[in-house]
């Protein structure tokens, strides 16, 4: 069976410091890659998608990045953190084919002091 | 541009009893895809349903139904025999091309 994995579950980190949250699917090839946040009390806001190796897109204009390295990791990543960059983060994964309903990991917490 | 709206902030329920929660969107699109996601405190996101928008039948999965309305582009869950469990948050999303747009959100409180 497939499985997603996604850390750390909690991070602090100081203002202008660097960021990298990974995740990785298991169990699956080609996979569609997500990168979402949500801010408290709202809905998620897709970020980055991602339909292959080396293939990103950005959603939203922002501080942050994604990376596919590799066929099942995700990262995402940003040089200098921003205050507004606190949020809970959230990887998911779908099949190539359009039927398909995303998988949620069990997401990232980072707070921004 | 697609948007989702869940017109409930909140909503509450007493076990074993029925609940419906809202949710419409706007699309210019013929096929797309409908989902409702629920979000307990431990903030993982589950799937709950999904409803094939050429499918006129309304998707049913144990005690979770939807009414899908298409003309209207409604999209309701109906939750029936509400247990303790089914306490959280509930998002209704909207999918085409393989991105999905969330609505805000519905927090479903369930009572003994």
């Known amino acids: 069976s497939q499985t997603i994995h996604q850390w750390p579950a909690t991070l602090v980190q100081p203002v202008g410091s660097p960021l990298s949250l990974e995740c990785t699917v298991e169990?699956?090839?080609?996979?569609?890659l997500y990168w979402y946040r949500q801010a408290a009390g709202r809905g998620l806001q897709l970020l980055f998608y991602s339909i292959g190796i080396g293939q990103i897109s950005s959603e939203v204009p922002q501080n942050l990045s994604a990376s596919r390295p590799q066929d099942r990791q995700f990262i995402l990543s940003s040089k200098k953190l921003l205050l507004s960059d606190s949020g809970f983060y959230l990887c998911?994964?779908?099949?190539?084919?359009?039927?398909?309903?995303?998988?949620f990991g069990d997401g990232t917490r980072l707070s921004i002091l | 541009a697609q948007t989702v709206t869940q017109s409930q902030p909140e909503m509450s329920v007493q076990e074993a009893e029925t609940v419906t929660l809202s949710c419409t969107y706007d699309t210019s699109e013929n096929n797309y895809y409908l989902f409702w996601y629920k979000q307990p405190p431990s903030r993982q996101m589950i799937l709950v349903i999904r409803?094939?928008?050429?499918?006129?039948q309304n998707a049913t999965e144990n005690r979770f139904s939807v009414n899908f309305q298409k003309a209207a582009k409604s999209f309701s869950l109906k939750i029936s025999d509400s247990q303790l469990g089914d306490t959280a948050m509930y998002f209704c999303a909207f999918e085409n091309t393989d991105k999905l747009i969330f609505g805000t959100g519905t927090r479903l409180q369930v009572f003994p």
């Open positions: 998911a994964w779908s099949k190539r084919t359009t039927d398909q309903p995303q998988h």
């Open positions: 169990g699956t090839s080609n996979p569609n």
């Open positions: 409803q094939e928008a050429y499918k006129q």
